[in-house]
């Protein structure tokens, strides 16, 4: 191999940019024309043609009718190993919370517009929250969600509720983008967010973002309002700081 297929971090050039441009795809909402791959990656448009007669016929990137190119099929199964080892990598966090708080604890990533659970530890008490791995569940009304949310940027807060829009199952529920955004200056002022019945009444989450993380993401504590109380809230807080942590400790690269 000659050192200009290398990058100075010892690295394959050739191997770095296939990420990059399946990166730059997934940024775009998953489809983008020719020219605008070029222009997002910053690479010639010889070099974006050979990469994609590598991927397209691989699987990993798709040509549409349109002559635009989107991620490919073969991307689901990775994503979805990925998703379940994501999990389980997480579960001595999880079971830590457990462990400390006896409420459950979740794991979950944004998904387009929803939520989905990749990790759950149960608590041991006859009533808890028990939620079903691979569920999805609306951003607003959920605390892992709403922990996303205050990561993200406005616009793209806005883009998410437009298209998902904002059902209220309980009363206490969110139902406006400006109750929302109200909430989601509370949650980055204080650095957690609260589900206050707002998903299932007589049921309170406090919920942290995981820094860091390759895809939004959050974990929670839930159980019922008698037990998850402010008391609750101020033991939960700093142990859910610390299992975000740590969890985002093990996702950071291995240095070489």
């Known amino acids: 191999m000659t050192t200009t297929a290398r990058t100075a971090s010892g690295g394959v050039q050739s191997v770095e940019r296939v990420f990059e441009l399946l990166e730059v795809i997934t940024a775009s909402g998953g489809e983008m024309s020719l020219s605008e791959l070029s222009a997002a990656a910053n690479l010639p448009l010889p070099t974006i043609h050979r990469l994609l007669r590598t991927l397209v016929p691989s699987g990993y990137v798709r040509q549409l009718p349109n002559r635009n190119y989107a991620l490919g099929p073969r991307l689901i199964l990775l994503g979805e190993a990925a998703g379940r080892q994501f999990g389980s990598s997480a579960r001595p966090m999880l079971d830590g919370l457990v462990a400390q708080l006896g409420e459950s604890a979740n794991m979950a990533v ?9 990790a759950q530890s149960q608590s041991s ?15 607003h009304n959920t605390g892992v969600g709403k922990a996303i949310l205050a990561t993200l940027p406005d616009e793209q807060v806005r883009s998410i509720v437009a298209a998902a829009g904002m059902p209220t199952p309980t009363e206490k529920s969110l139902g406006t983008p400006e109750e929302l955004f109200a909430d989601l200056e509370r949650i980055r002022e204080r650095g957690y967010a609260i589900d206050d019945e707002e998903q299932e009444i007589g049921v309170r989450c406090f919920s942290m973002a995981v820094p860091g993380a390759p895809t939004p993401t959050a974990i929670s504590v839930s159980g019922p309002v008698s037990r998850v109380d402010e008391d609750f809230g101020r033991r939960a807080v700093p142990l859910l700081r610390k299992a975000a942590e740590a969890i985002a400790a093990e996702l950071r690269p291995a240095r070489s």
Do not use: K
């Open 125 to 139: 008490r006859s009533m808890r929250m028990f939620t079903e791995v691979g569920r999805r569940a609306p951003t």
């Open 110 to 118: 944004l998904d387009g517009q929803q939520v989905v659970y990749i």
